[in-house]
């Protein structure tokens, strides 16, 4: 298990390997209830590890433990021509998550 960092003043949190950046998710504020993750990624080398989902488990608890919501978007490029745009929201109360 890696630590994951949670860096408020950069929106981010963090996955950090001998001061290398292993994984990051980022957000923007939309309202001081509501954030938006806009960014996530895993360096090649650290793919397959489960860093992603330390991440997703770090913004939970933070959600829970702040009575914050989070709305995750994703761009994936289908093709060349075409983007598919995927969105989920979670909102996170004390047992559950929506999404």
Sequence with gaps: M???EHEVA???FLIQDNGDTAAVMT???SSPELYIIDHTLV???????GLGDELIKAMVEYARKTGLRFYHYVLLP????S?????????INNTTIHS
């Design 83 to 91: 983007v598919s745009l995927n969105m989920q929201m979670f909102s």
């Design 27 to 29: 957000y923007v504020i």
């Design 78 to 81: 289908r093709d060349v021509s």
């Design 43 to 49: 360096e090649n080398a650290y793919r397959g590890q």
């Design 10 to 12: 950069n929106k981010r």
């Design 2 to 4: 890696h630590k994951v």
